[in-house]
């Protein structure tokens, strides 16, 4: 597996995996293609050449956020999450950032043990944040090694 940032030619394979995780949000490919162009930033976890997971991040007031970031179904439990998201930190920490945070959905019990045990913790809540269905967000967040 290698990781590395996301090219247009993995966007089919990104669009693949978000129907796969129905738990993320769901974006347009025009709104990936903004990350190949550099409106935020973003890593695949390839193997045998297709992505296996993806991760995207921005830059906001010195932080890092958490945009969108999932792991094929048939990928998981194989470290892959956790290399793209250390991916994702390490770029943080080269602007200095002091913190890293994102959301998730209240009932996403996996994501919520996954992040906690790469050293999120829960910071607040976002009531009625997302549709379909209708749900709470938690709001994470975890100290960058630059802070």
């Not at 290399?83 to 959301?103: I, M």
Request: net charge negative; with cysteine.
């Amino acid at each position: 597996m290698s990781i590395r940032p996301i090219e247009t030619h993995d966007l089919p394979f990104i669009m693949a995996i978000q129907s796969a995780c129905p738990e993320i949000a769901q974006w347009t490919k025009p709104d990936y293609a903004r990350v190949v162009e550099g409106d935020m930033t973003g890593w695949v976890a390839e193997e045998k050449g297709e992505a296996a997971g993806f991760i995207v991040a921005r830059r906001v007031a010195g932080d890092l956020e958490i945009l969108n970031f999932a792991v094929r179904p048939d990928a998981r439990n194989r470290g892959t999450g956790a290399a793209l998201l250390r991916a994702s930190l390490d770029w943080g920490a080269t602007f200095q950032g002091e913190k890293a945070f994102l959301e998730v959905r209240a009932s996403n019990l996996a994501a919520l043990r996954f992040y906690e045990h790469n050293g999120f913790e829960v910071t607040g809540r976002r009531p009625r944040y997302y549709s379909a269905p209708i749900e709470d967000a938690l709001v994470l967040t975890a100290r960058l090694a630059s802070s």
